[in-house]
């Protein structure tokens, strides 16, 4: 995406597309060729009536994202979409991530402010991508958010200064790779500040986890004490 292209676009570097929503979009319609086309009752298309389309099928895809602040509305990445930005410095995506499969990946971006209740960016279960270089900051309900049997690998990025749950949450069942990493000054009210992952696996090499705090254990430890 590039906000300071034309209108319309390809997708091509020659003409991008404007916005994520537009690199991003996709159709409901049946394919020529569906195995859903006059197997329902009476000879009927199965499923909702969204028309017949001729298209061709792509397994996965990724959108590379020009530098600038981009916003994260309605977007989500399960047709198999990866995204590789200019770098944490350059390419800034405001909002949540979502849809996140096994086999793509996030790369060479900034994700700030992440504010719904999954936070920054969320993994669903049975999926396992790979987020490298990459700057979780500022989300209000988690940085990254790993849902039960979730596997993503995280390596090389940076969690700092996001708050909800702290930098990392993770269901029980999840198995998260993290390597190469920063994870500070990340807060909770409850268990948590840098990592959250009891009934949870992880796996931790060459991180760097400093100067988070979880308030709730603070309070907990003075009452004790007093």
């Not at 990724?62 to 399960?78: E, K, P, V």
């Not at 350059?90 to 793509?104: N, Y």
């Not at 993290?178 to 500040?193: C, R």
């Amino acid at each position: 995406g590039d906000d300071d292209a034309p209108a319309g676009g390809n997708g091509t570097r020659e003409f991008p597309y404007r916005d994520l929503a537009a690199a991003l979009d996709y159709s409901l319609a049946l394919a020529e060729g569906s195995p859903c086309l006059g197997t329902g009752e009476g000879g009927t298309n199965m499923g909702a009536d969204l028309g017949v389309e001729s298209c061709e099928a792509v397994p996965a895809c990724t959108i590379r994202i020009a530098a600038g602040s981009h916003a994260l509305q309605h977007i989500n990445l399960a047709h198999r979409a990866s995204l590789a930005g200019s770098g944490e410095a350059g390419s800034e995506l405001v909002g949540r991530i979502r849809g996140l499969r096994s086999g793509a990946f996030l790369s060479h971006l900034t994700v700030r402010g992440g504010a719904d209740g999954y936070g920054g960016i969320s993994i669903d279960g049975d999926e396992s991508p790979t987020i490298l270089h990459t700057t979780v900051t500022e989300c209000v309900a988690r940085g990254i958010y790993c849902a039960r049997k979730a596997a993503p690998t995280i390596a090389s990025c940076t969690l700092v200064r996001n708050a909800g749950s702290g930098a990392i949450a993770c269901d029980t069942g999840a198995v998260v790779e993290i390597s190469d990493s920063l994870i500070a000054q990340n807060s909770t009210m409850a268990d948590g500040g840098g990592i959250s992952a009891l009934g949870a696996v992880l796996r931790m090499t060459g991180c760097i986890v400093m100067g988070n705090l979880a308030y709730f254990m603070t309070r907990r430890r003075a009452k004790r004490a007093a």
